[in-house]
């Protein structure tokens, strides 16, 4: 026990400051000169441009920012297609979960929308029950065409009205 001391390296010795100008720490203590940074808790944030108009006011703010927007994950017939072929996907009803469970959305997804880009290969769909949130008009014809039956799932939001209840 009498043996054990730290690690060389370890306790490294504390800066010492305003003990004279030959420590080498003297003078101003390593803060430069005067103002506002050299005092105690004067501190100044980031974002602060000298009393100058700053940046983050002078960009213009354009447009509106719906807060309520539906985030729809892309996904395209082609994949869809591949995916079935492949027997990736062997449900008779393809949904959020099973697109999840077959990795060709992430499970981060809330809501996913069905497009139309083909590569000119035909599709299969044959039998299949697809539920989307939302589809394209080419996605549509594409998949139905090829013999899936969709159906397009509608959350319901709530109205709000100006100075009225919503809608009972």
């Known amino acids: 026990m009498n043996e054990l001391k730290p690690n060389p390296g370890a306790n490294k010795r504390p800066k010492i400051v305003g003990r004279g100008t030959s420590s080498g720490h003297g003078k101003t203590s390593g803060r430069g000169g005067k103002g506002q940074t050299a005092r105690n808790g004067g501190n100044i944030p980031a974002r602060f441009e000298g009393g100058q108009w700053?940046?983050?006011?002078?960009?213009?703010?354009?447009?509106?920012?719906?807060?309520?927007?539906?985030?729809?994950?892309?996904?395209?017939?082609t994949e869809l297609s591949k995916s079935i072929a492949a027997g990736k996907i062997t449900d008779a009803a393809i949904d959020l979960a099973s697109l999840k469970k077959a990795?060709?959305?992430?499970?981060?997804t809330e809501a996913w929308k069905l497009l139309g880009k083909t590569d000119g290969k035909p599709l299969s769909f044959s039998g299949k029950s697809i539920k989307v949130n939302a589809i394209s008009d080419a996605a549509r014809k594409l998949a139905e065409g090829a013999g899936a039956k969709i159906e397009v799932i509608e959350e319901k939001s709530k109205v709000l009205t100006k100075g009225k209840k919503a809608a009972e």
Do not use: C, D, H
């Open 54 to 77: 700053p940046l983050y006011r002078r960009i213009p703010k354009r447009g509106f920012q719906n807060p309520f927007r539906k985030e729809y994950t892309a996904l395209n017939v």
């Open 103 to 108: 990795g060709l959305l992430p499970k981060s």
